[in-house]
C-alpha cells in the first residue's frame, strides 16, 4: 500500500540551527516526492519536488530508495519558516497529479 | 481573479439538508481535485477530475457527489451528511505534473 509518513507533528528549533523534517514512504514503484508547504493564514502550496533536484528558500531534500525517505534539509533556520510542511507521495496515475500525503509536521523555529 | 478560488469558505448544516461548494480555477489546468482534511488525519484524496471526466473516486461514501461542468468549475454536491463528515475540503488543480494549486478551503460542520 502507497502511504507517506511523518513520525514527527512538532519540531520546534531556534533561529540559525539546522533543521530536518523526516518524511518516510511506502511505495513499489519509481516514487515521485514532493514537499509542499503551509504558512499561516496561507494556502498549501509547493515547496520542492525531487526530481527537480532545487533548492527552495534553502530547503533541500534528498531521495534515498535504500531507506525509503525524503527528508526536508535546511542548514541555518529562519523565523519566516515556520509553517505546516507535508511530505506527498504521486500514485502509479503520477501524470495526473494524483497526491498522497503524509499528516504533517508543524515547523515553529523560535528567536 | 486568479488562483483556485472555493466558496462558501464557511458552512453548517443539519444531517438532512442538500448544499454544494464550489471550486473555480482562473489557472487554465486541466485537472481538478477535491481533496478533504480532518484533524489529526492526512489530506485524504476524494475525487479526481482529468478532462472533465472522473479519474479517481477513493471510495468516497455516494452522500458526495461530485460535478465537474467544464475544465474551470467543479462542484461538490452534499447530501444527508454526518456529523463525521464535519471537516476541511479542499480544492485544487493541476496540469497533471504533481504541482497542486490549492484553494483556502470550505470548512464545513455537520450538525
Known amino acids: 500500500a502507497q502511504r507517506v509518513t511523518q513520525p514527527e507533528k512538532l519540531l520546534s528549533v531556534f533561529k540559525g540551527a539546522p533543521v530536518e523534517l523526516k518524511c518516510n514512504y511506502s511505495y513499489s514503484g519509481s516514487p515521485e516526492l514532493f514537499w509542499y508547504v503551509q504558512y499561516s493564514r496561507q494556502r498549501l502550496q509547493l515547496l520542492l519536488r525531487h526530481i527537480s533536484r532545487e533548492s527552495i528558500k534553502g530547503f533541500t531534500a534528498d531521495l534515498n530508495k535504500g531507506e525509503t525517505s525524503f527528508h526536508l534539509k535546511k542548514p541555518f533556520a529562519q523565523e519566516e519558516d515556520s509553517a505546516m510542511y507535508y511530505c506527498?507521495?504521486?500514485?502509479?496515475?503520477?501524470?495526473?497529479?494524483?497526491?498522497?500525503f503524509g499528516k504533517g509536521t508543524k515547523l515553529s523555529v523560535k528567536p | 481573479e486568479t488562483g483556485v478560488t472555493q466558496t462558501p469558505r464557511h458552512l453548517v448544516m443539519g444531517m438532512t439538508n442538500k448544499k454544494s461548494l464550489k471550486c473555480e480555477q482562473h489557472?487554465?489546468?486541466?485537472?481538478m481535485y477535491w481533496y478533504k482534511q480532518s484533524a489529526k488525519k492526512p489530506l485524504e484524496l476524494m475525487f479526481v477530475y482529468s478532462l472533465e471526466e472522473r479519474v479517481e473516486n477513493n471510495s468516497v461514501p455516494s452522500r458526495f457527489s461530485p460535478e465537474c461542468p467544464n475544465s474551470s468549475h467543479l462542484f461538490l454536491h452534499l447530501h444527508t451528511l454526518q456529523p463525521e463528515d464535519s471537516a476541511l475540503y479542499l480544492c485544487a488543480s493541476s496540469q497533471g505534473d504533481g504541482e497542486l494549486f490549492f484553494g483556502e478551503g470550505s470548512r464545513l460542520t455537520v450538525l
Open positions: 506527498a507521495l504521486s500514485g502509479f496515475r503520477g501524470s495526473q497529479g494524483n497526491l498522497i
Open positions: 489557472l487554465g489546468h486541466n485537472a
